[in-house]
């Protein structure tokens, strides 16, 4: 029993490490060198739809004025855009892929946005693919980290910059 907890615990720090290795909101990547989002992984296998859904939005609602960091993926360090919805997810114990574009790709599309769920953006002028990814926390908002200088915020969906860039939500709890 213990030896199956022990595989299954390098399982999932393997999938981690190479999923963080090889993408990343910005074009720089690394490693995570600490253990907090991973050692948080164990503890929710998996929870009923709306007890996850209230999980994500509560654990991005305590992220809210942390930094931004590319690539950053833990409160210590600070979060990029895909990093925030990688930790915010991990914590329920849904593993992510790590950039907004993945993130996007492999998600459920959906129309009517639930708390919880995601929503992307192109946010690059001459931009043709998702760079940039929140997460919905209802009435209009959401939660992302904005960039270079910036910290973890809400912003609203009604907003003129975010109503042109705006290109879909998908789900990862339904």
């Not at 060198?33 to 209230?54: D, G």
């Not at 855009?81 to 998600?107: D, T, V």
Request: hydrophobic share 35%; charged share 25%; net charge positive.
């Amino acid at each position: 029993m213990e030896m199956a907890i022990n595989i299954n615990k390098i399982i999932v720090l393997l999938a981690f490490l190479i999923t963080i290795s090889l993408s990343g909101c910005g074009k720089n990547s690394k490693i995570i060198k600490n253990n907090e989002a991973e050692a948080s992984y164990e503890h929710n296998e998996t929870l009923p739809s709306i007890e996850a859904r209230r999980s994500v939005v509560k654990e991005a609602i305590t992220l809210i004025g942390k930094p931004y960091k590319p690539s950053g993926t833990s409160p210590r360090e600070g979060f990029d855009c895909s990093g925030l919805a990688f930790y915010s997810y991990l914590k329920i114990g849904k593993l992510l892929p790590r950039s907004s574009k993945e993130q996007y790709q492999s998600a459920h599309k959906v129309k009517k946005i639930k708390p919880g769920d995601l929503v992307f953006f192109i946010t690059k002028i001459r931009g043709n693919h998702i760079d940039h990814v929140g997460i919905y926390i209802g009435e209009q908002k959401f939660i992302h980290a904005p960039g270079k200088g910036r910290s973890v915020e809400t912003a609203s969906l009604t907003e003129t910059y975010w109503k042109k860039r705006y290109k879909g939500a998908g789900s990862y709890l339904d």
